[in-house]
């Protein structure tokens, strides 16, 4: 259930692009202005999810959630489930570190997007 040092930093980084795909990539500015009601020119329509533009736009916010998935699809392929409140709490620690990672590699490693 606990990842080895490889696997963690294979998992953070899967992570972080998923993330870096959602929020930031090219690819998915369509459905991002879909979801946000932003207009294709960039301005503001007055229908304009704010709230929604801002989380999906945060590593720590979305990144955590994204993190999460990244998480439990490894914990699927594996076939192993937390069944004791201690694998619990490990489970969830290593869920926060991978979202910590993610925010930290966005804050300190990567350059926004022009």
Known sequence: MIPSALQFV??????YRAWRLIAEDDIT??????LTRLAKDGSFTKDYREGLA?????PWCAG???SLLTYIAYLGTLGEWPDTAGDVVVGVGVWFALSCSVGLIRTN???PEE
């Open 64 to 66: 955590a959630w994204v």
């Open 29 to 34: 500015d369509r459905p991002r202005r879909w």
């Open 109 to 111: 490693l990567d350059e």
């Open 10 to 15: 294979l998992l953070a980084l899967a992570s």
């Open 54 to 58: 801002l989380f999906i736009n945060c």
